[in-house]
T-cell receptor, first 111, second 116 residues
Framework: LAKITQPISMDSYEGQEVNITCSHN???????ITWYQQFPSQGPRFIIQ???TKVTNEVASLFIPADRKSSTLSLPRVSLSDTAVYYC????????????FGTGTSLTVIP | EAGVAQSPRYKIIEKRQSVAFWCNPI?????LYWYQQILGQGPKLLIQ????????DSQLPKDRFSAERLKGVDSTLKIQPAKLEDSAVYLC???FGQGILNYGYTFGSGTRLTVV
């Protein structure tokens, strides 16, 4: 079971790029890294998933170095609506039940 | 497409009472999950169903919690009797297959339970 470490909280000004790093030193060969976003009073929402190198979609990028012991979620030009808790999950997507949520990173975007 | 539906949205009960939560997953999603999220913490998996069979219930407190998924569609999570520490948001999620490659889970908005 991968032990996951993320910063508890971060602040950023509107329009800036935000990078949230997740440490997962004992990631297993079959594990993927998945990031979720959660707003108050809502369930978590899938943002992005990756295995290695770089993955980009319409909302974020995910950078994973060669050793895969950490990963970085990058949110370009954040807005106030990006204020939320961001969770890094590590696990084997082919089993589904191996993904565990940590305490997440609370991002506050400041005007 | 319709999302994951959960009801009720809020529930307040006294300790030692019983309570039940209902979940209707996205149509066609074979896998259904129940999570418990205590305030300030990340969601914790309680139980995972594949169709109407249990895949993982290792973190379900079976002395007081039970869950079922009849006919492989809707699911009910029950707590009997409730304790103060059961106060939390109970989230239901579903996925197309047993794995969550590429798209992850789709979560409902949850049921906020307060035990007094």
């Amino acid at each position: 079971l991968a032990k996951i470490t993320q910063p508890i909280s971060m602040d950023s000004y509107e329009g800036q790029e935000v990078n949230i790093t997740c440490s997962h030193n004992n990631i297993a060969t079959n594990d993927y890294i998945t990031w979720y976003q959660q707003f108050p009073s809502q369930g978590p929402r899938f943002i992005i998933q990756g295995y290695k190198t770089k993955v980009t979609n319409e909302v974020a990028s995910l950078f994973i170095p060669a050793d895969r012991k950490s990963s970085t979620l990058s949110l370009p030009r954040v807005s106030l609506s990006d204020t939320a808790v961001y969770y890094c999950l590590v696990g084997d997507p082919n089993t589904g039940n191996q993904f565990y949520f940590g305490t997440g990173t609370s991002l506050t975007v400041i005007p | 497409e319709a999302g994951v539906a959960q009801s009720p949205r809020y529930k307040i009960i006294e300790k030692r009472q019983s309570v039940a939560f209902w979940c209707n997953p996205i149509s066609g999603h074979a896998t259904l999950y129940w999570y418990q999220q205590i305030l300030g913490q990340g969601p914790k998996l309680l139980i995972q169903f594949q169709n109407n069979g249990v895949v993982d219930d290792s973190q379900l407190p079976k002395d007081r919690f039970s869950a079922e998924r009849l006919k492989g569609v809707d699911s009910t999570l029950k707590i009997q009797p409730a304790k103060l520490e059961d106060s939390a948001v109970y989230l239901c999620a579903s996925s197309f297959g047993q794995g969550i490659l590429n798209y992850g889970y789709t979560f409902g908005s949850g049921t906020r339970l307060t035990v007094v």
